[in-house]
């Protein structure tokens, strides 16, 4: 079915459909990458690194679940589709929504351990080229989300320096008082 390789179909349909998008100055393919090269330190497998490439494609491009399902089958497609923000009236309704689908998932379906997986390496990713670009903005929003990000998505089966890493960030680069999920 994937004459090249599950991870570099996805690779190829995340860059041909995230063509024109930005992440800040860069292509927005640069997070992308950034998301599977975290996904690669934790020996992630290939459906979750193909995951990692096209967690925003539905969300983001004109792809739909119909024409991901055919190329790409059932679970990868339901990954997505679970990484995918519920519509709302805005961010804060839109992440309560996912966060509420997050929490239920159990990290012992191969689905569910994905999804989370995948989830962490997103924000760890958004969060590393924050700090990077000095983006005080979505630093205080990343912040405003902290807490409630961490009791959705956190299950003791994930890499414990990838937390590890994610919670140093609140002491040294979240204001103090933005733990209380208040926007």
């Known amino acids: ?10 690779k190829t349909w995340a860059t041909q459909y995230h063509a024109e998008q930005m992440y800040g100055d860069v292509p927005y393919t640069h997070h992308l990458q950034q998301v599977v090269d975290i996904l690669q330190t934790v020996n992630a497998t290939e459906t979750e ?8 494609i539905l969300e983001d491009t004109p792809v739909d679940v119909q024409q991901l399902e055919q190329t790409f089958g059932k679970d990868i497609t339901e990954c997505v589709r679970l ?7 805005n961010r804060k309704e839109r992440k309560q929504l996912l966060y509420e689908r997050l929490y239920a998932l159990d990290e012992r379906d191969p689905i569910g ?17 924050t700090i990077a670009t000095s983006n005080r903005g979505l630093l205080s929003m990343y912040a405003k989300e902290y807490a409630t990000f961490c009791a959705t998505v956190h299950r003791n089966s994930q890499p414990a320096y990838l937390w590890e890493e994610f919670q140093s ?13 208040k926007e």
């Open 1 to 10: 079915m994937f004459p090249i390789g599950i991870v570099e179909e996805a």
């Open 49 to 56: 690194l193909a995951v990692g490439w096209l967690h925003d």
């Open 83 to 89: 990484l995918t923000d519920p519509p709302g009236k």
């Open 113 to 129: 351990k994905a999804v989370l997986l995948v989830k962490l390496a997103d924000r760890l990713a958004n969060v590393r080229n």
């Open 169 to 181: 960030y609140r002491k040294d680069f979240f204001p103090t008082t933005a733990f209380l999920d």
